[in-house]
């Protein structure tokens, strides 16, 4: 009997077979692993875990040349691109390499270095009394890349975060544009096994296919292909929307701290004394409404005999408090009273 190529349903149970089958081996990992040293370790290890039973599944299945649980479920068989033979060894390991562990170190390589570049942009890096994670408790890989961005500008680390948001925005947008391609075309559901070339071949007779399945599954890719593109562009539009906000923010931040400085500018040149040039003390308002400090105005007073005021020699100063203080009394109040001169020419109202 000649082996013909497995349906697209085939290939998407069997895919969804092994799926079921990984996510119990998962599971009983993590409890073993959460049982024996506790859910902060596993918290912490849960991906690596993941990885070891992804890795031990199809090791034991696909690397050592046998049918995965969902390939047997279905009665289909993996073949290399000339569809006349089993896959060889190299070509298997390759196929579980891509599909277990590319997916792990891209996504730990893009997470570790997008932490990185905020810590530096933040300028938060952890000191000796926080519980960071010390250089020396960290893996060299990420010793490497905190090394790296280190030397980096911070434009260039602001240009490379975007980047790895972009990339792996693009690696999401990659899968589904596949899948779409699968159903529509119903070769390759896993992008491994379109790098490596493998397909799937039936062992048992196969059933009478309705040509509606497989009209339905290209109208399924269609949607797909049409949803994908929608999701891109809300995606575009709310990227430019965020950049755009993030501009006019910066705008606005620059204007209000430039007016807050020029306020400040104003207000400490506005409560300048004009006899001592520093900030005034005890403030003093003549008729004219000038304001001095009362130990300058009460000694220019006293030595010049008149008000500092070029609009109106006024004898007459009005003191802003009720009463000045003790230290200003033993040097400013009472001499009123031992100066008749003085006295004529200031009065106060307490």
């Given at each position: 009997m000649a082996l013909t190529a497995a349906s697209p349903p085939e290939v998407v149970r069997a895919a969804q077979k092994d799926d079921y089958y990984r996510g119990g081996l998962r599971s009983a990992a993590g409890d073993a692993l959460h049982s024996l040293a506790g859910a902060k370790k596993w918290l912490e290890w849960r991906r690596e875990l993941e990885l070891v039973?992804?890795?031990?599944?199809?090791?034991?299945?696909?690397?050592?040349?046998?049918?995965?649980?969902?390939?047997?479920?279905?009665?289909?068989?993996?073949?290399?691109?000339?569809?006349?033979?089993?896959?060889?060894?190299?070509?298997?390991?390759?196929?579980?390499?891509?599909?277990?562990?590319?997916?792990?170190?891209?996504d730990k390589a893009l997470l570790h270095l997008e932490h990185e570049l905020q810590v530096a942009g933040d300028s938060t890096r952890p000191t000796q009394g926080s519980l960071a994670p010390t250089a020396r408790s960290q893996s060299a890989p990420r010793r490497w890349v905190r090394r790296r961005t280190a030397t980096l500008t911070e434009q260039q680390q602001r240009a490379l975060l975007q980047a790895a948001g972009v990339l792996r925005q693009v690696l999401g947008c990659l899968r589904r544009l596949h899948v779409a391609w699968f159903y529509i075309h119903g070769a390759f559901y896993h992008l491994a096994k379109r790098f490596t070339g493998i397909t799937y071949l039936r062992v048992r007779r196969p059933p009478a296919e309705d040509p509606r399945v497989r009209t339905g599954y290209r109208l399924l890719g269609l949607l797909s292909l049409l949803h994908l593109a929608l999701s891109a562009g809300l995606q575009l539009y709310s990227s430019r929307q965020k950049q755009r906000a993030r501009q006019e923010w910066k705008l606005h931040r620059g204007l209000s701290h430039r007016r807050s400085h020029v306020d400040e500018r104003v207000v400490s040149t506005a409560?300048?004394?004009?006899?001592?040039?520093?900030?005034?003390?005890?403030?003093?308002?003549?008729?004219?409404?000038?304001?001095?400090?009362?130990?300058?105005?009460?000694?220019?007073?006293?030595?010049?005999?008149?008000?500092p005021s070029p609009e109106a020699r006024v004898p007459a100063a009005l003191p802003l408090s009720r009463q000045p203080e003790e230290g200003v009394r033993s040097r400013g109040w009472f001499d009123l009273r031992r100066n008749p001169r003085l006295s004529r020419l200031l009065f106060f109202v307490t």
């Open positions: 039973s992804d890795v031990a599944y199809f090791g034991l299945t696909t690397l050592a040349g046998y049918q995965t649980l969902g390939e047997e479920y279905v009665s289909v068989v993996q073949v290399d691109p000339s569809q006349s033979r089993v896959p060889s060894r190299l070509r298997r390991g390759i196929l579980v390499a891509l599909h277990t562990v590319l997916p792990y170190v891209l409560s300048l004394c004009t006899l001592c040039l520093e900030e005034r003390r005890h403030a003093t308002a003549t008729p004219c409404g000038h304001l001095f400090c009362w130990e300058c105005i009460t000694h220019w007073s006293d030595t010049k005999g008149e008000v």
